[in-house]
């Protein structure tokens, strides 16, 4: 979890070495409630912690929360944290909403899962065909199961075999998409994936971001049953669209008979109607998940008439439970009086300007230090969502962003912010702005960016 051992771009790594221990000093010294939770957390879970991956946070143990309320949360050694992470992207909402919670409560007091629909799940499509210009919708417990639930009925309508994704990107732990390129340019299982079934090149094709030449190619094989994109990349730092390009992908899918899937699951980020109402895009699918039920699990997925009438034609009533698209809780009472409560009353075109305008005054801050030291990075801004990568340059592509990755550099920046009580993404170097973000917070992760530049290159 701490050891700082490979090599990577930032040059003095002996001093990054130092800052870093220095750190961890830190963090032990502020955090004791933490490791003696810790050490009885171990005790029946490995690291500590309910899933493996929240062990990749910086610092000697994890840190328990006691308690959230907007954009901060409280550690159990009493810490506040501004926080800048929001369950990356899962409480964008804001922790804890008054809409959300009140109508989640009143739900949870009069009933959760019944099999059958309350009226929110009409309220919930309703609201969301409204913003996302998609008229039909089914829901689910999580954006991998939106992903899912519609690379299996795309392959269900056309009848091939493979879906298409970008290189570097994420699209939750569905088993076709954690594909990447070799040097040869072959799609192979990605570094870390788990026990993948079969070889990836059985049932995906992975092209390059922005790269149109490559997209048409792999489509004119004729067995791309679906493109899974993200409207733009954001697993893997933030790369944005080229002018153009969307056209371009819609209308290769359309002439190949390929559906276009665009995932929103974090670029909603943009705007109340994510990329596809920012860009006026027109893809046969779209995937939500995380935020939109206001902090319990909750995913939809959005399909055109056409899309949806085809799929129906092609299941029997009689086999529709048992046909690989389900989950027993998936559209229960609780998770559509979320949704309907955290779009309609939390999640406003309002909130969404205010979250932008803080999004934008921490893009300038992190600017202002980048500039200031002439360090060699940049940073990017979509919408609520902003990130600053180790190039100098923003990326057009997945690799280019992958190439400019640095555990070491990352680990000791997160780390830096987190003894001064601001909670960045993991994985990336992502802040998130919620409803309930404001000038101040946003201003103290200015002040610690400057202080972690200065360390570094002072
Ligand atoms: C673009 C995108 N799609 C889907 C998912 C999966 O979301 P979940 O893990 O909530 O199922 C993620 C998760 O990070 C994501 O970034």
Redesign the pocket.
């Known amino acids: 979890m701490n050891a700082i051992s490979s090599d990577s771009r930032y040059a003095d790594r002996a001093r990054l070495a130092g800052l870093w221990e220095s750190e961890l000093d830190v963090f032990r010294a502020q955090r004791p409630r933490s490791s003696d939770e810790w050490e009885r957390a171990i005790r029946h879970m490995p690291d500590g912690v309910p899933m493996l991956w929240m062990a990749k946070w910086p610092g000697p143990w994890p840190v328990y929360v006691s308690r959230a309320s907007g954009a901060h949360f409280e550690c159990i050694d009493g810490i506040d944290h501004v926080d800048l992470c929001l369950g ?3 409480a964008m909402c804001g922790h804890a909403p008054a809409a959300s919670v009140a109508a989640i409560s009143q739900q949870l007091a009069r009933g959760s899962t019944f099999m059958l629909p309350t009226r929110d799940a009409a309220s919930a499509a309703e609201l969301l065909a409204a913003r996302f210009g998609m008229p039909v919708w089914q829901f689910t417990l ?6 899912r639930s519609l690379i299996r009925f795309a392959r269900q309508v056309t009848g091939r075999p493979k879906i298409l994704v970008h290189d570097f ?6 088993d076709e998409a954690y594909a990447t390129l070799d040097k040869n340019g072959d799609v192979v299982s990605r570094r870390g994936n788990i026990g993948a079934p079969v070889a990836l090149d059985h049932t995906t094709a992975v092209v390059q971001f922005n790269d149109l030449a490559l997209l048409e190619f792999a489509l004119s094989a004729g067995d791309i049953a679906a493109v899974l994109m ?1 409207p733009a990349l ?2 893997i730092g933030i790369v944005l669209p080229d002018p153009g390009y969307h056209e371009a992908v819609r209308e290769l899918c359309t002439r190949y008979g390929t559906l276009l899937i665009i ?5 909603l980020s943009a705007g109340p109607g994510g990329m596809t109402d920012v860009l006026g895009l027109e893809p046969d699918a779209i ?1 939500l ?2 935020s939109i039920g206001g902090g319990i ?1 909750a ?1 939809a997925y959005g399909m055109t008439r056409e899309f949806a009438l085809a799929v129906r034609e092609s299941l029997d009533l009689e086999d529709i439970d048992v046909g690989g698209v389900g989950g027993t809780l998936a559209g229960n009472a609780v998770s559509l009086a979320g949704i309907r409560a955290t779009l309609s009353g939390v999640l406003t075109p309002a909130a969404f300007e205010s979250m932008i305008d803080r999004c934008t005054e921490w893009t300038a801050g992190v600017h202002t230090a980048i500039d200031e030291f002439s360090v060699p990075w940049q940073v990017t801004q979509l919408g609520a969502r902003a990130e600053y990568s180790f190039r100098p340059t923003p990326p057009r592509d997945g690799a280019e962003a992958a190439a400019a990755d640095d555990f070491e550099l990352q680990q000791y920046l997160h780390l830096h912010a987190l003894n001064r009580g601001i909670l960045v993404t993991p994985f990336h170097n992502m802040a998130l702005m919620s409803p309930a973000t404001t000038a101040s917070d946003v201003e103290r992760h200015t002040l610690a960016f400057r202080e972690a530049v200065v360390s570094l290159f002072g």
């Open positions: 990356d992207t899962g999580s954006a991998t199961d939106a992903n990107s994420y699209h939750g732990t569905v993200e954001t697993n995932d929103e699951t974090h670029t995937v998940g995380k699990p995913g």
